[in-house]
Nanobody
Framework: QVQLVESGGGLVQAGGSLRLSCAAS????????MGWFRQAPGKDREFVAT????????RYADSVKGRFTISRDNAKNTVCLQMNSLKPEDTAVYYC????????????????WGQGTQVTVSS
């Protein structure tokens, strides 16, 4: 089992940057592919990015490609999401999630979830 805790959210102006982190418990972190999702008010939770077990492969939603970068450090049991050139439409609660398979784009296919961290981008 994996427990996930996100941090790093906050309020930022459009064009700014934030770095989200997700700390995982357990000694099996490297056996999980990791993903980031987000949910804006009144909308469904949507896929943002995912990274393979070793970190060698990544996938991104078209809406964040070129602006966001997912990375992981298996020695520290962490996965990060570097978000640059933020837009107001990036405002959402961001969640990290763990899955055995890669790549997965549906929230229903992820096994473990964090509690989320709020990102608000002002115009």
């Amino acid at each position: 089992q994996v427990q996930l805790v996100e941090s790093g959210g906050g309020l930022v102006q459009a064009g700014g940057s934030l770095r989200l982190s997700c700390a995982a418990s357990g000694r099996t972190f490297s056996t999980y592919a990791m993903g980031w999702f987000r949910q804006a008010p009144g909308k469904d939770r949507e896929f943002v990015a995912t990274i393979s077990w070793s970190g060698g492969r990544t996938r991104y939603a078209d809406s964040v490609k070129g602006r966001f970068t997912i990375s992981r450090d298996n020695a520290k049991n962490t996965v990060c999401l570097q978000m640059n050139s933020l837009k107001p439409e990036d405002t959402a609660v961001y969640y990290c999630a763990a899955s055995i398979q890669f790549p997965l784009y549906s929230e229903h296919e992820y096994n473990y979830w964090g509690q989320g961290t709020q990102v608000t981008v002002s115009s």
